[in-house]
């Protein structure tokens, strides 16, 4: 599994922008993927994870009812689309592959095998 993220950029609260990670490997559809985001002086934080089929979801509090997770197998991508955009997003987004059988253990990023470079997302007032 080989990721690239993209689609960060500046954006006003309240705007939206959607996040891509690209896939270059062969074993996609095998792994769960995950969003992370690392805030300026903070940790590293869960934000979404989907299941290999994208029939199962999953996202952090803070962000759940504005932002979606989805997958697209056959173009071997995973996108997270933000809505309603807060200052408190501003972080560099990760996106990360885990190789699992089940749907669990997603909020640790210490479960994901592989780590996308990472793309910074800032949202002004």
């Known amino acids: 599994v080989q990721l690239q993220a993209s689609g960060g950029g500046l954006v006003q609260a309240g705007g939206s922008l959607r996040l891509s990670c690209a896939d270059s490997?062969?074993?996609?559809?095998?792994?769960?993927m995950g969003w992370f985001r690392r805030a300026p002086g903070k940790e590293r934080e869960f934000v979404a994870a989907?299941?290999?089929?994208?029939?199962?979801?999953d996202y952090a509090a803070s962000v759940k009812g504005r932002f979606t997770i989805s997958r697209d197998n056959a173009k071997t991508t995973v996108h997270l689309q933000m809505n309603s955009l807060k200052p408190e997003d501003t972080a560099v987004y990760y996106c990360?592959?885990?190789?699992?059988?089940?749907?669990?253990?997603?909020?640790?990023?210490?479960?994901?095998?592989?780590w996308g470079q990472g793309t910074l997302v800032t949202v002004s007032s």
């Open positions: 490997g062969r074993t996609f559809s095998t792994y769960i």
């Open positions: 990360a592959a885990r190789r699992a059988i089940y749907f669990s253990d997603y909020f640790d990023e210490r479960n994901f095998d592989s």
């Open positions: 989907i299941n290999w089929n994208g029939r199962s979801t």
